[in-house]
T-cell receptor, first 115, second 113 residues
Framework: GENVEQHPSTLSVQEGDSAVIKCTYS??????FPWYKQELGKRPQLIID?????GEKKDQRIAVTLNKTAKHFSLHITETQPEDSAVYFC??????????????FGKGTKLSVKP | DGGITQSPKYLFRKEGQNVTLSCEQN?????MYWYRQDPGQGLRLIYY???????QKGDIAEGYSVSREKKESFPLTVTSAQKNPTAFYLC????????????FGPGTRLLVL
């Protein structure tokens, strides 16, 4: 079946450094790619998303890049801060059983930012 | 995503017991979803519903059941057939048309006694 691979599973950086999380997807029809941040015991919250007609999107310290040909997309966080510490999930849209708009998620990356 | 609520926050299940998790939204979203989250496993789709009175199985539907009698509500029942129910359960919703962004509820943690 379709899947999304996410790497690395854990990432530790010093405060102020950059962090990069990478995902690959298998369904060439996927056209929407959100990123969620989940703090311990809390709900996942959308931090940025990108559509397949755009190669890059930026929102302050967060950016996402998409390579449709290679079927991979990445999350970039610059000038990391301790409050960026959380688990980050990537996702890709796909049609499940003929229904559009479903998401398949990567397994998550636990980011730790050390002061 | 503040318009999606789940209850209870914690739920304890005894052997052989069915339990029901509540999910309500006031965002006028058409589609609703149930996910199960286990440590290191990401989010796995249990059931989803695109419209009232219709729902479809996801990847791990065995041992679960749902109903969608109202647009605002999508309860999940964990039946006794689900042998390993301990997990964090997340409900999500989105508009059926347009952007595919899903918004999540706060989750219910289910534990087995």
């Amino acid at each position: 079946g379709e899947n999304v691979e996410q790497h690395p599973s854990t990432l530790s950086v010093q405060e102020g450094d950059s962090a990069v999380i990478k995902c690959t997807y298998s369904d060439s029809a996927s056209n929407y790619f959100p990123w969620y941040k989940q703090e311990l015991g809390k709900r996942p919250q959308l931090i940025i998303d990108i559509r397949s007609n755009v190669g890059e999107k930026k929102d302050q310290r967060i950016a996402v890049t998409l390579n449709k040909t290679a079927k991979h997309f990445s999350l970039h966080i610059t000038e990391t801060q301790p409050e960026d510490s959380a688990v980050y999930f990537c996702a890709a849209s796909f049609n499940y059983g003929g229904s559009q708009g479903n998401l398949i998620f990567g397994k998550g990356t636990k980011l730790s930012v050390k002061p | 995503d503040g318009g999606i609520t789940q209850s209870p926050k914690y739920l304890f299940r005894k052997e052989g017991q069915n339990v029901t998790l509540s999910c309500e939204q006031n965002l006028n979203h058409d589609a609703m979803y149930w996910y199960r989250q286990d440590p290191g496993q990401g989010l796995r789709l249990i059931y989803y519903s695109q419209i009232v009175n219709d729902f479809q199985k996801g990847d791990i539907a065995e041992g679960y059941s749902v109903s969608r009698e109202k647009k605002e509500s999508f309860p999940l029942t964990v039946t006794s057939a689900q042998k390993n129910p301990t997990a964090f359960y997340l409900c999500a919703s989105r508009h059926r048309h347009g952007k595919e962004t899903q918004y999540f509820g706060p989750g219910t943690r289910l534990l087995v006694l």
